[in-house]
């Protein structure tokens, strides 16, 4: 009987201490899982710089209490000295001139050609009636410097005007009657009288 009574006991005693342990397990696991850390202490403020001009560099302070000295930089060795260059001379011929230059090369610059002559001024070398010299409303040719023809037609003070003359056939009118003018390629004039009257044309 004491046995039985004996073995009741611890099998109540395990059951009692694997629900403690249950128990134990769980409120870690809850607190565990719960739990939030501190905040942390604030760092230190930072520390800006500044830079003063020196004659020989820079001075950096910075507000933390440190500065350092930028130095300027100094020269550093001469190049070797590059090639020598050449010159260059300049003789007249009777053509132009030759430049020759001291590394071998030259070059000949020829005198430039004279430019055409000027044209002739223009102006009046002659006369031609080429109806014949009328009194009233004669129509006159002027004979110019380079040999073309400009021709005046006298109608008046507000018929009056200058025509130069192309190689061709012209009609005109004066006192003495209606005349054919042609004006062949070298300027020449030929004129025939003609019975018919009327205005003159071809300028």
């Given at each position: 009987?004491?046995?039985?009574?004996?073995?009741?006991?611890?099998?109540?005693?395990?059951?009692?201490?694997?629900?403690?342990?249950?128990?134990?397990?769980?409120?870690?696991?809850?607190?565990?899982?719960?739990?939030?850390?501190?905040?942390?202490?604030?760092?230190?403020?930072?520390?800006?710089?500044?830079?003063?001009?020196?004659?020989?560099?820079?001075?950096?302070?910075?507000?933390?209490?440190?500065?350092?000295?930028?130095?300027?930089?100094?020269?550093?060795?001469?190049?070797?000295?590059?090639?020598?260059?050449?010159?260059?001379?300049?003789?007249?011929?009777?053509?132009?001139?030759?430049v020759s230059c001291t590394?071998?090369?030259?070059?000949?610059?020829?005198?430039?050609?004279?430019?055409?002559?000027?044209?002739?001024?223009?102006?009046?070398?002659?006369?031609?009636?080429?109806?014949?010299?009328?009194?009233?409303?004669?129509?006159?040719?002027?004979?110019?410097?380079?040999?073309?023809?400009?021709?005046?037609?006298?109608?008046?003070?507000?018929?009056?005007?200058?025509?130069?003359?192309?190689?061709?056939?012209?009609?005109?009118?004066?006192?003495?009657?209606?005349?054919?003018?042609?004006?062949?390629?070298?300027?020449?004039?030929?004129?025939?009288?003609?019975?018919?009257?009327?205005?003159?044309?071809?300028?």
């Amino acid at each position: 009987m004491n046995k039985v009574v004996n073995e009741t006991v611890k099998y109540f005693l395990a059951i009692v201490v694997l629900l403690t342990v249950l128990v134990l397990v769980t409120g870690c696991a809850k607190a565990n899982y719960d739990y939030k850390p501190a905040d942390g202490k604030d760092g230190k403020d930072g520390s800006s710089c500044s830079a003063q001009q020196l004659t020989n560099g820079a001075l950096i302070t910075c507000t933390d209490g440190t500065s350092a000295i930028a130095f300027n930089g100094v020269d550093g060795t001469n190049g070797s000295n590059g090639t020598n260059g050449s010159s260059c001379s300049v003789t007249p011929t009777m053509t132009g001139a030759v430049v020759s230059c001291t590394n071998g090369s030259s070059a000949i610059i020829l005198n430039g050609v004279d430019g055409a002559p000027a044209p002739t001024a223009f102006g009046i070398a002659g006369y031609i009636f080429p109806c014949g010299d009328q009194a009233n409303n004669d129509e006159i040719f002027f004979r110019m410097t380079d040999n073309s023809i400009v021709a005046l037609y006298d109608g008046g003070a507000t018929l009056d005007r200058l025509v130069r003359l192309a190689p061709g056939n012209y009609v005109t009118t004066d006192s003495a009657g209606t005349c054919n003018i042609s004006v062949d390629s070298s300027f020449n004039v030929v004129t025939s009288p003609q019975a018919a009257t009327g205005l003159a044309t071809g300028y």
